[in-house]
């Protein structure tokens, strides 16, 4: 390789390396607040589940999950089982990316509607989510979550879950409220339940290194004029 060529060939590498060190996390896929559990008493434990209404921690087999602690015959006349969470954030939000596990069921004693809301002040909220009842005998998930941009660009995300049990026998709680979930979770399998990993935006000074390095990476690529008039 010609002396002149590889010089250019070492500018560009380093110039890469250190605009890889300059991007923001989201470049490099390392999120700059990241939380995840599978017990679902953890978040209330470590504070970030700030109310909850008519919700119950509940223990079957192996299995442990929120659900409603009483419903109702019928989807109008339920009151929600309602699960509210609260994260503050160190700078204001770029990317959000979540993962829930909020299952529905559907069985002779009762179904399971939830619904999930997203806010950046706790007051104005966003639905993020609906999970109606699944055919009888089957059950529904919801997995990941899409943010809409109306919920980036603040330093707080709220969630609100509503989990609505309704047939015959839910008015009695206990296992006939078992069809709206969230955070399920089997101590044997030792699973995820609750996913959340978002980026901040670039402090000015990142993306203002970021310009240079990529403003002089485009000089060394732009080929001078030969003698000949010809491009090299």
């Not at 109606?132 to 899409?146: C, K």
């Not at 044997?188 to 403003?215: D, H, I, K, M, W």
């Amino acid at each position: 390789m010609p002396v002149r060529l590889r010089s250019r060939w070492i500018v560009k590498k380093l110039l890469l390396v250190l605009l890889a060190c300059c991007l923001p996390g989201a470049a490099l896929a390392l999120p700059d607040f990241s939380y995840e559990y599978g017990h679902p008493q953890t978040p209330q434990t470590d504070g970030y589940i700030v109310s909850t209404s008519n919700a119950v921690l509940y223990s079957e087999g192996t299995v442990r999950i929120w659900k409603p602690s009483v419903g109702n015959t019928t989807l109008a006349n339920t009151t929600p089982g309602e699960v509210i969470f609260h994260f503050p954030f160190a700078s204001p939000t770029a990317a959000i990316d979540l993962w829930m596990n909020m299952p529905t069921f559907h069985w002779s004693y009762s179904q399971g509607h939830n619904f999930l809301w997203g806010s950046t002040d706790g007051s104005s909220w966003v639905q993020l989510a609906e999970l109606p009842p699944p055919a009888y005998g089957g059950a529904r998930d919801l997995g990941t979550v899409a943010i809409p941009s109306e919920l980036l660009g603040a330093s707080d995300l709220w969630l609100r879950v509503h989990l609505y049990s309704y047939g015959p026998s839910a008015a009695s709680g206990g296992v006939f409220t078992n069809t709206a979930q969230l955070s399920r979770y089997d101590v044997n399998v030792q699973n995820t339940s609750f996913r959340l990993n978002v980026t901040y935006v670039p402090e000015p000074g990142t993306l203002a290194l970021a310009g240079l390095g990529l403003g002089a990476l485009g000089a060394v690529c732009r080929r001078r004029p030969a003698r000949d008039g010809t491009r090299r």
